[in-house]
Every structure is written in structure tokens, then in C-alpha cells.
């Protein structure tokens, strides 16, 4: 079983009514075939506008994402991935772009939904879970001034 890539979302201070972006990177993302990533957010305080997913995910595989409300403070942001032949990326590279407008101050957590073992996970081209550790999802945050 290989081991899964750190995953990282950002730690941004941003300006109410800017438009933000919110990448997220990978570092040691080698032979995966399929991805399927989680996070949460205060669609209160953002507002999504659009994902941009990297140019190695749109090429190869097919790929799904949306945005569900789960109650009127907390959104989550779904991603699914999957292709053949295994894929990496060099690191520090970002696996998606996600673009927000600040609507409201305050401070949007951005936190992977890791309370289900299946909602994140990285697999290899046999379908393996990848071994994950304590420092495999890094949570970040926006906080949004006047």
C-alpha cells in the first residue's frame, strides 16, 4: 500500500466583497487513479463561484464536483476523480482552484470532512486505499476584514 499525499488548503486573509481563490495542493502525489476529497466551508461568509481543476485531471480521467448545503452556516465542497493509467504531480502543484467571493466578515474554517472513512481518500491504479497519517489533511481558513 502506497502512502497518500499531504493535502493542503490555505490559510488567507482576504477583503470583504474581493474574490478569492482557494488552492488546493498535494505533495507526494505519485501512481493515483483515483481521488475523492471533502471540505467544509461557511457559505455565509463565501460564496463559491467556480472550480478550476488542474490541467493533469481534466486531460486524463473524468472528474465531478459540486457544492452541497448542509446547514444554512456549512457548505461542502465534493470532489470525485478517476482515470486508468496512475497519475503525479511535482509538489507544491495545485490539484484544484476553487474561486469565492467574501460576502461577509468573519472567519470561513476550511476543514476536510474526515468524520466518514470514505469522504477523503486517494487510491491506486489496483483500487488500494492509500495509507494515510496524522499530517495526510491540512485544514486552512479565510478570514474575511472591511
Known sequence: ??????????????????RIEVRIKTSGMKNISAITLMFRFDPTILKHVKTVMADD????GTGFHNIVP???????????????EPMGQVPNESLATL????????TS???W???DTDKCEY????????E???????????YVTE
Open 109 to 111: 474554517q476550511l476543514t
Open 57 to 60: 485531471l481534466v486531460v486524463e
Open 113 to 115: 470532512s474526515l468524520d
Open 123 to 130: 487510491a491506486d491504479v489496483n483500487a488500494e486505499k492509500q
Open 70 to 84: 448542509l446547514t444554512p452556516n456549512l457548505a461542502e465542497w465534493r470532489f470525485a476523480w478517476s482515470q486508468i
Open 132 to 142: 494515510e497519517s496524522a499530517d495526510t489533511y491540512i485544514n486552512g481558513y479565510v
Open 1 to 18: 500500500m502506497g502512502k497518500a499525499p499531504q493535502t493542503r488548503l490555505p490559510k488567507l486573509n482576504a477583503r470583504l466583497g474581493e
Open 99 to 106: 474561486q469565492f467571493d467574501c460576502i461577509k466578515t468573519g
